[in-house]
């Protein structure tokens, strides 16, 4: 199958490693992954904060790259991304009073998976270690972001597949589906709001005594794991997609920055 990557404009400029890890683990598949020139942002900030107008031509530029591309499916490590293609980029195209650049939007939103969405619901991928090869021997909590969980309604899909995962330790974590306090620009426009609720929750992923807090949208693990370091609380941050990725010959190194080491293709066994 050829997969167009939709690499959201969090990951590419601050979690270019999660983008990465998605291409290794559908390669591994044996996928083709192809990057639509051009891409850039969903518009999700400029319709949460209120400015339709200002998304417009952000929309026009997704449906086009998107629309020129070759490709059977698209994936995104990105819930609230994958969930504004299709929930937002419509209603800006209408509010615009272009009705054809909102049916074009609906199309390529239909084709656009989350990657936890594309493994399970497409390629039929339910077993990490057996299907991957991942390999992650750590204690890890789940926080599933709210976007993924009440518009996309992925349900247990990122856990499930963290789950599979060998010699991983998964440590349920309380009232997981309370909000981190993120938001996007809510973080920044209700800070002190935010910071009560990241608190609460940074309180919640302590209490499991795990090393590492995971889930599937980079903009929430960011601010969770701002306010982590700013509490010295020793826990970190990772997008699933890199534990996925995790292999025994090339592992998801967590002493000092987590960072996947992903090396040029080679033969032979999992990357």
């Known amino acids: 199958?050829?997969?167009?990557?939709?690499?959201?404009?969090?990951?590419?400029a601050m979690y270019p490693k999660v983008a990465l890890a998605t291409v290794r683990i559908l390669e591994r598949l044996g996928h083709?992954?192809?990057?639509?020139?051009?891409?850039?942002?969903?518009?999700?900030?400029?319709?949460?904060s209120g400015y339709l107008a200002h998304a417009l031509p952000v929309v026009r530029n997704h449906v086009k790259a998107f629309s020129e591309a070759d490709y059977d499916v698209a994936v995104a490590p990105s819930g609230s991304c994958v969930a504004s293609l299709g929930h937002q980029q419509p209603m800006v195209a209408r509010a615009g009073g272009?009705?054809?650049?909102?049916?074009?939007?609906?199309?390529?939103?239909a084709r656009t998976y989350e990657l936890s969405q594309l493994l399970i619901d497409v390629l039929g991928v339910t077993d990490a270690a057996a299907q991957l090869g991942s390999f992650f021997p750590h204690s890890v909590t789940y926080h599933p972001s709210c976007h993924g969980m009440r518009l996309l309604r992925l349900g247990d899909r990122q856990s499930?597949?963290?789950?599979?995962?060998?010699?991983?330790?998964?440590?349920?974590?309380?009232?997981?589906?309370?909000?981190?306090?993120?938001?996007?620009?809510?973080?920044?426009?209700?800070?002190?709001?935010?910071?009560?609720?990241?608190?609460?929750?940074?309180?919640?992923?302590?209490?499991?005594?795990?090393?590492?807090?995971?889930?599937?949208?980079?903009?929430?693990?960011?601010?969770?794991g701002g306010a982590v370091a700013r509490r010295q609380e020793n826990v970190k941050t990772v997008h699933f997609a890199e534990i996925l990725a995790s292999t025994?010959?090339?592992?998801?190194?967590?002493?000092?920055?987590?960072?996947?080491?992903?090396?040029?293709?080679?033969e032979g066994g999992p990357r």
Do not use: W, Y
Request: one cysteine or more; a negative charge; charged letters at 20%.
């Open 98 to 109: 272009d009705e054809r650049l909102a049916g074009q939007a609906t199309e390529v939103a």
């Open 32 to 48: 083709e992954v192809v990057f639509p020139p051009g891409q850039g942002c969903c518009s999700q900030m400029h319709v949460n």
């Open 1 to 12: 199958m050829r997969i167009a990557l939709f690499s959201t404009c969090i990951v590419d």
């Open 160 to 224: 499930d597949l963290v789950r599979s995962v060998e010699g991983i330790d998964f440590r349920e974590l309380p009232d997981a589906d309370e909000c981190c306090g993120f938001g996007g620009t809510f973080s920044m426009k209700n800070a002190d709001v935010s910071g009560a609720m990241v608190d609460e929750k940074i309180g919640n992923i302590v209490s499991t005594g795990a090393e590492l807090c995971t889930g599937g949208d980079a903009s929430c693990l960011l601010h969770i």
């Open 248 to 266: 025994r010959r090339n592992p998801l190194e967590i002493s000092g920055p987590v960072e996947l080491s992903i090396p040029a293709p080679t």
